[in-house]
């Protein structure tokens, strides 16, 4: 699982980067200029396909935890393990998954005030001042590509060490099964 969230992190974050970096590119939204409008539609487009992704991956790392969870379970259910096993995934998996949740507030709150940025769209809050809607969208996906990528990492550490615990599980019921005389 290591190898393959490592692969679709990758691609997440590399996505949240293409739709940061296309937003740069709109100098200014509200001039009715084909390639001005074009730059525009490309980054609305490829942020909802990157917001959707990133979701998508930490919705993966969620399920991954609570599969690996029930079969530890499960497991350790029928071989009479010790419930460390099972407190330890436990331990891991809510570790890891404030972070995810957290992650994908951002998300949603850099979709919202994308949408409030967007000069054609209804929604919208206070226009002008230092700190303008575009200005306050630059924050928010700042900050969003930052802690996509710092939860990536922690989702990365966490299904390696939740790794390590099924080995030692799956070591542990061959130990058992070998003592009782059952086949591997």
Same mark, same amino acid.
């Given at each position: 699982m290591t190898r393959i969230l490592l692969t679709m992190a990758a691609l997440s974050t590399a996505l949240l980067i293409v739709a940061f970096a296309t937003g740069f590119q709109i100098a200014?939204?509200?001039v009715n200029d084909p390639a001005i409008q074009a730059v525009v539609s490309r980054? /609305?487009?490829?942020?909802l396909a990157a917001l959707v992704f990133a979701a998508f991956v930490h919705a993966l790392v969620l399920t991954?935890? /609570?599969?690996?969870?029930?079969?530890?379970e499960e497991t350790s259910t029928a071989y009479r393990l010790?419930?460390?096993?099972?407190?330890?995934t436990q331990?891991?998996?809510?570790?890891v998954i404030p972070a995810m949740?957290?992650?994908?507030l951002l998300l949603v709150a850099t979709g919202a005030t994308g949408t409030a940025a967007d000069p054609a769209s209804p929604v919208a809050f206070g226009r002008g001042g230092p700190f303008?809607?575009?200005?306050?969208?630059?924050?928010?996906?700042?900050?969003?590509?930052?802690?996509?990528?710092?939860?990536?990492?922690? !989702?990365l550490a966490a299904i390696r060490?939740?790794? !390590?615990?099924?080995?030692?599980?799956?070591? !542990?019921?061959k130990r058992i099964r070998s003592e009782r005389g059952l086949p591997d």
């Open positions: 200014d939204p509200t980054h /609305m487009l490829t942020s991954y935890f /609570m599969g690996t969870g029930r079969w530890i010790a419930p460390d096993w099972k407190r330890n331990s891991i998996k809510y570790r949740v957290g992650c994908l303008s809607p575009s200005r306050f969208h630059l924050v928010v996906s700042s900050i969003t590509l930052a802690v996509n990528l710092l939860v990536h990492l922690q !989702e060490q939740n790794g !390590e615990l099924v080995t030692g599980i799956l070591a !542990e019921v």
